[in-house]
T-cell receptor, first 113, second 112 residues
């Protein structure tokens, strides 16, 4: 089993709130990723990181931001949540190098009222 | 841009049969192609990786093929079991090699 953890698993919150989704991995992986997935749809990459102090935006435009201050920790923040942010957010990590298998957490299901 | 097409309809088979899932891509041939399993409410779990110079890869009851001429990968589960019921995702490297592009997946249902 992969050692990557996401909290909370579920979050229902009102519009305008600031939200931070947590993601931690204990495998020492350099690369970490955030994906957004709606029911029955493909995963869309919204952020990734090659290592500490490295963050990049993915293909899907997102109003969220990320930080990578420690190798094991890659939190995602929404400054002001909106109903359009309702989705499942999946965090993953992989070893350095291209095309390594990704290890996923079980996601945070976010609902903005 | 690269697009991945997987069987949009669910695949229903009987226990003991072989399930075959298809992944087609539209643009450049990737250096690698990966298959993942996703259960409801869970994150994807990595199953197999196949390189462009490999025609076939096996792991226990799983087999993956990769045909760069057809721009297609096939994923086979032999002697399928109800526990194999899940959504199976195909993923390949985007051209810069920084990340993976995922298909929508095919939902497999194995009945006993």
């Amino acid at each position: 089993e992969a050692d990557i953890y996401q909290t909370p698993r579920y979050l229902v919150i009102g519009t305008g709130k600031k939200i931070t989704l947590e993601c931690s991995q204990t495998m020492g992986h350099d690369k970490m990723y955030w994906y957004q997935q709606d029911p029955g749809m493909e995963l869309h990459l919204i952020h990734y990181s090659y290592g500490v102090n490295s963050t990049e935006k993915g293909d899907l435009s997102s109003e969220s931001t990320v930080s990578r201050i420690r190798t094991e920790h890659f939190p995602l923040t929404l400054e002001s949540a909106r109903p359009s942010h309702t989705s499942q957010y999946l965090c993953a990590s992989s070893e350095g190098g291209n095309n390594q298998p990704q290890h996923f957490g079980d996601g945070t299901r976010l609902s903005i009222l | 841009s690269q697009k991945i097409e997987q069987n949009s309809e669910a695949l229903n088979i009987q226990e003991g049969k072989t399930a075959t899932l298809t992944c087609n891509y539209t643009n450049y041939s990737p250096a690698y192609l990966q298959w993942y399993r996703q259960d409801p409410g869970r994150g994807p779990v990595f199953l197999l990786l196949i390189r462009e110079n490999e025609k076939e890869k096996r792991k226990e009851r799983l087999k993956v093929t990769f045909d760069t001429t057809l721009k297609q990968s096939l994923f086979h589960i032999t002697a399928s079991q109800p526990a194999d019921s899940a959504t199976y995702l195909c993923a390949l490297d985007e051209q810069a090699g920084t990340a993976l592009i995922f298909g929508k997946g095919t939902t497999l249902s194995v009945s006993s």
